[in-house]
Nanobody
Framework: QVQLLESGGGLVQAGGSLRLSCLAS????????LAWFRQAPGKEREYVAA?????YYADSVKGRFTISRDDAKNTVNLQMSSLKPEDTAVYYC??????????????????WGQGTQVTVSS
């Protein structure tokens, strides 16, 4: 059974940094894309970043967030800097079973973690 477990969320002041981590178990994703999504209160879940053949980011986080992965540890990380109050959301890691159209835009992910809360105070 595949499980994704996020950690590292919390409360931070605007301008601060946080690092999220996600540990996958049940299968290896070394040959598959991984991604982060987020969902703010009252809003739909949105794509944040993806990593596979390269790294890709939503415009709203480009230049502030960095996605990375360690296939030996089956983990994916999200380093978040220059955080803004509008970054407040539940952050989810996700994995795709294989590369498909639009993987770099958040399409095709069907394994999900339970989420970790990130709150940025102004």
């Amino acid at each position: 059974q595949v499980q994704l477990l996020e950690s590292g969320g919390g409360l931070v002041q605007a301008g601060g940094s946080l690092r999220l981590s996600c540990l996958a178990s049940g299968r290896t994703f070394s040959g598959s894309p991984l991604a982060w999504f987020r969902q703010a209160p009252g809003k739909e879940r949105e794509y944040v970043a993806a990593i596979g053949y390269g790294t890709y980011y939503a415009d709203s986080v480009k230049g502030r967030f960095t996605i990375s992965r360690d296939d030996a540890k089956n983990t994916v990380n999200l380093q978040m800097s220059s955080l803004k109050p509008e970054d407040t959301a539940v952050y989810y890691c996700a994995a795709a079973p294989r590369y498909g159209p639009g993987w770099f835009r958040g399409v095709g992910y069907n394994y999900w973690g339970q989420g970790t809360q990130v709150t940025v105070s102004s």
